[in-house]
């Protein structure tokens, strides 16, 4: 049996938490199943339905295992085809925008230890001051 020849009118009806589908490599992906165990979060998913998200699939870098773990999710070959290869890459984001979710998750984990050492510092300070 052919495989099923998906729009991109479809995957747009699939563009949430909920239903979310991925174009990826000219092939269609129902990842819904998967979006709580992106390491990347859910939200990295959902921003990328309803297009063809082949070319920021492929700038994250995503390792052998990602690409054959895709092969499961697998519904249907997307009727605009596989995208036409860049001849040459884009630049690397730099700044504010590279990287800005994984400084987000840095700050996230390491603001509360640094809450609490401030803590500890200035009752230490506090107490060398009354004793003084």
């Not at 998967?34 to 995503?62: M, Q, R, Y």
């Not at 690409?67 to 036409?84: Q, V």
């Amino acid at each position: 049996m052919a495989p099923k020849t998906i729009t991109l009118a479809e995957c747009q009806e699939h563009m949430s938490d909920k239903d979310c589908w991925l174009v990826i490599e000219g092939k269609v992906y129902d990842v819904t199943p998967f979006l709580d165990e992106h390491p990347g979060g859910f939200d990295t998913l959902v921003s990328n339905s309803g297009k063809d998200a082949t070319e920021e699939f492929e700038e994250i870098g995503h390792s052998r295992a990602a690409k054959e773990m895709l092969g499961k999710y697998y519904i249907g070959e997307f009727a605009g085809g596989a995208p036409a290869k860049k001849a040459a890459k884009r630049p690397v984001a730099t700044g504010a925008t590279a990287g800005s979710s994984t400084l987000a998750s840095l700050i996230k984990a390491l603001l509360p230890i640094l809450i609490v050492l401030a803590a500890v510092y200035y009752v230490q300070l506090q107490g060398k001051l009354q004793a003084a």
